[in-house]
């Protein structure tokens, strides 16, 4: 116990942590390119094929073979997919017609506008919500006033407010995604573990410091899961806006091949509606996981817990 | 007998501040939680020094109040009464009940508050350049070498999520020492820890501890740790707190684990244990009862 | 119990922030109300404001529809349409879901298929449905239900793959059969995630029931003029028929009915799940 001791523990050389090659060398495409091939290896993949076979065929089954009374008027999947991949389609809309795109443009564009300006005023005032107690006691209140009506209530409303056709569906899709964003944001402040700020503070970050470099980045996940709600609101907002009162669009499709009796359109509408929702939300959880790298990694390699 | 280690190049020894002390002085500090009337009492009539340059542990059981002391030094929480000094600087007292939380008495948590959106490195070098006090370039010419001291080398642009909690709390302990403070604030570091790896941080500790010759301020429910770590053990009554038994360690530094076994430690040990285990059969009865 | 619910409602009215929250809703209504005037008042008119009618002539309004039968039959009638469309999807996808959480097979099978229908809105269904099924009232239902349907499940799936699996192991070595493991821990740890899903899924059940009121014309009961056809057929009619002070106290009338559903839900879910402690 009178020796010096040296540094044994600091210089010991050992490796800090069990994943520290892999950690510095795996970039995000390479990490994604692994999961899949490990997902290919599951059975995952072909219980996915026996789910599809079993919806698919019962439908096929039920409309085209056994004839079943209810589905008697309903198109089978064979009527749907000729049609949808026709040159000539019956009832004008197919992936060869330039109508199909049209629309799905329309609707996609009204979307894009609403769910990035819902987003531009709902992270702010989420942010702030969450971040000034004294914010929330004046706002909070009205916010929650108005939420409880649902979106298409407004219809009427906003036709009456805004001049044109696109303004009133637009300022629908707007308000609901609004509301989902601004609230998860609010959650996702309240929910940071209050170590954090108090961390700053010690290090000497000043009131606005704290806000940028801990509250921002750190509410960064709850505001990504609250962005995929919002984007799945608005296509739902849009879409009954579209059926009511739109020209153009996919619900308008939708509706205007129901008055029409144009059925197979309705599912061919209906399935590409499925998809470009899909693929949106896709798109907001792919940015959120390039954003949060720190995340994925954490996610990805188990972490230590 | 007691050896100091030679002086070497030590880029954690944090720069010359020549008023750095460390020393605090908590003066018949009481806190009440909630009304007052119906609130409960957590901190009773607290009083006793932390020397500077030293290692000060403070022992209790779980609930105690300890927490409430040091969040009342690192000027999170309020003290109902009482006053509370470092090196002679009013921290708080009578006509200001809260701290400001600042650079000179930095705390390092429980569950670890590295930031987890940032690297390591861009961890280490938050304080001083939140502050203004570096360049980006000389902060991490810094952390570099700070951090490369405490055996950190390597994993500069990891994410704290990709490195082990013992190696998150050495990360911490650096970032904290970057800021040159006058004391390091530890509430129960080491808690969540398995034992093996506790041994490993403790010597860590003192490693950082001997090259850096911060403050330290340290709180755990775990006698061993205390004893093994500390020049001074205060050990606390259940809540409310307050000193039950003040000791100065004279096993001499640098420590290693074989302090373990010696025969100091166990007298020690003995003469403490039945304090400790006093306290603890109160507060698992007051917890009992708190239905 | 009754002094310390008076003490907490005292508390409560107090309070700053309930007299902050009370200013800024007055600053609200005030604003409305101006801005509904402004032509009046100012000369010219704001640009969105001064369209809608003024929160006073809305009060009016709300007072001579809350004395008519018609307007509660209205109310009733969506009402009805929210619960048994809510009811269908709580009891169908509570049991689907947790037999996804529970056998990764039949997780394997259903979720790729489930996971391709959610993103197509409820609202894309009323079509499909009404050529399904025979009567108008059951295709609403079945959309209604499909609103509900796939939030109640994924949060069951969600609570159900969240449990410890170290409660299944206690009681394993404790001698539980299969059917008490699922009865006695399953269902209790999920019933926390069921009653989120549950609130949030009435809010979106609302919404569809509107949402498809205001398409299909009110339903069956819609042919019959104005008395009946629920309260998202009321507001349609009273915009076809221009009494704009109609739309917005049907508006307000459908959110105070969704608040007071949630509200009730979240009431049942703390009365189910007393173990959840409030800080």
Sequence with gaps: MTEASPARVLNSDLPLSPADDAAHSIGPLALAAHRFLLWLRSPRPYLMLVGFTLFIGFWYLAVEVWKLPRFSEMPGPTVVVREWFSRNPTYGLSIFTPEYYMHIWVSTRRVAIAFFLATAIGVPLGLFLGWSERFKQYIFPVFELLRPIPPLAWVPLAIVMFKGSETPIIFLTFLASFYATALNTMLGVESIDVSYTRAASCLGATRWQVFLHVIVPGSMPFIFTGLQISVGVAWFSLVAGEMVSGQYGLGYVINTSYTMVRYPTIVIGMITLGIVGYATSAIVRLVGAYLMQWRTRELALGGDR | ?291 | MAKSFALKALGFVSGDDFWRGIASIAVFLIFWEVGSRSQALFGFAFPWVSQIPPPSSVLQELIVLIQDPSFWMSALLSTLRVFEGFLAAMVIGIPLGLAMAVSRTFYGITFPVFEVLRPIPPLAWVPASIIFWPTQELSIAFVTFLGAFFTIVINVIGGAQAIDVRYFQAARSMGSSTWDIFRRIILPATLPSIVVGATVGVGITWAVVVAAEMISGGGSAGSVGGSGGGLGFFIWNSYVGGSYTQIVAGMISIGIAGYVSSAVLRKIGKWLTPWLLEN
């Design chain 2, 1 to 291: 007998m007691s050896v100091r280690p030679a002086a070497t190049h030590i880029n954690l020894a944090v720069s010359a501040q020549p008023t750095r002390k460390g020393s605090v002085r908590i003066t018949d500090v009481v806190k009440v939680y909630g009304a007052a009337g119906a609130g409960v009492l957590a901190v009773d009539h607290c009083t006793f020094d932390v020397p500077p340059g030293e290692i000060t542990v403070v022992v209790g059981p779980s609930g105690c109040g300890k927490t409430t002391l040091l969040n009342a030094i690192a000027g999170f929480h309020s003290i109902s009464s009482g006053s509370i000094h470092l090196d002679d600087e009013l921290l708080c007292g009578p006509q200001k009940l809260k701290a400001r939380p600042g650079p000179d008495r930095i705390v390092v948590f429980q569950n670890g508050a590295l930031f987890p959106w940032k690297t390591n490195i861009e961890n280490v070098t938050f304080g001083p350049i939140m502050q203004g006090l570096l360049s980006r370039a000389e902060a991490y010419e810094k952390a570099r070498d700070m951090m490369a001291d405490a055996g950190l080398r390597g994993i500069e642009h990891n994410y704290p999520g990709e490195i082990s909690s013992g190696v998150r709390r050495r990360v911490e302990i650096v970032r904290a020492l970057m800021n040159g403070p006058k004391i390091l604030l530890l509430d129960e570091p080491y808690r969540a820890l398995d034992s093996l790896t506790k041994s490993v941080m403790h010597e860590a500790l003192l490693e950082i501890f001997y090259k850096s010759r911060v403050t330290i301020f340290f709180i755990t429910h775990d006698l061993e740790e205390a004893i093994f770590l500390g020049h001074r053990v205060v050990i606390m009554t259940t809540r409310p707190c307050r000193p039950k038994k003040i000791l100065d360690i004279d096993i001499p530094h640098p420590r290693d684990y074989s302090v373990l076994t010696a025969k100091r430690f166990r007298e020690f040990m003995d003469e403490t244990a039945a304090a400790v285990h006093e306290e603890a059969i109160k507060a698992f009865a007051a917890g009992e009862k708190e239905r």
